[in-house]
T-cell receptor, first 112, second 113 residues
């Protein structure tokens, strides 16, 4: 099916563990993005990628790692999860930085 | 970097009334201003956007206006309906490579019948 999919939909992990959130898009969009959504903060940009093997930091990158070996995939890794990383994470893709992005359904991550 | 302020944070209206949400941006180089609607448990969905060479854009009951001089833009929803209840986000970005949409903090719109 065409679209952008995130997995898992829900995840509970312990403090200090590594966890990877997956994002896959079928449009071959050049740009992909990771945002986190927290009450009172709206959507904050974590990392983005303009093409395969090109990534850049956003507003809140600390504690996160990304990679983009293939155009269609953009995984987000929390190397050592902390409680402050409890959030809803959204992946998005778009043709250009100033063009409408399509968002995935989100991953709700809880760090205990 | 770009900073987007959005007001109000919550808005309650009666069905049939109009709703207005306002945003300001800081970087005069920004030239693309989309609005997203987020329903409970879902990802944000693009509902309308405007570029810096246009002052106003309409799509049925929704419209967006842009004032480049004042660096603010607004979303107008007329004849509101209960299904308009959601969180609305404004955003801004530039056209050059190495940039991304920066979002406001969102407005929770409640439409009561």
């Amino acid at each position: 099916d065409a679209g952008i999919t995130q997995s898992p939909r829900y995840k509970i992990t312990e403090t200090g563990r590594q966890v990877t959130l997956m994002c896959h898009q079928t449009w071959s969009h050049s740009y992909m993005f990771w945002y986190r959504q927290d009450l009172g903060h709206g959507l904050r940009l974590i990392y983005y990628s303009a093409a395969a093997d090109i990534t850049d930091k956003g507003e809140v990158p600390d504690g996160y790692v990304v990679s983009r070996s293939k155009t269609e995939n953009f995984p987000l890794t929390l190397e050592s999860a902390t409680r402050s990383q409890t959030s809803v994470y959204f992946c998005a893709s778009g043709e250009r930085p100033n063009y409408g992005y399509t968002f995935g359904s989100g991953t709700r991550l809880t760090v205990v | 970097g770009e900073n987007v302020e959005q007001h109000p944070s919550t808005l309650s209206v009666q069905e049939g009334d109009s709703a207005v949400i306002k945003c300001t941006y800081s970087d005069s180089a920004s030239n693309y201003f989309p609005w997203y609607k987020q329903e409970l448990g879902k990802g944000p969905q693009l509902i309308i956007d405007i570029r810096s060479n246009v002052g106003e854009k309409k799509d049925q009951r929704i419209a967006v206006t842009l004032n480049k001089t004042a660096k603010h833009f607004s979303l107008h929803i007329t004849e509101t309906q209960p299904e308009d209840s959601a969180v609305y986000f404004c955003a801004a970005s530039m056209s050059q490579a190495g940039t991304a949409l920066i979002f406001g903090k969102g407005t929770t719109l409640s439409v009561s019948s």
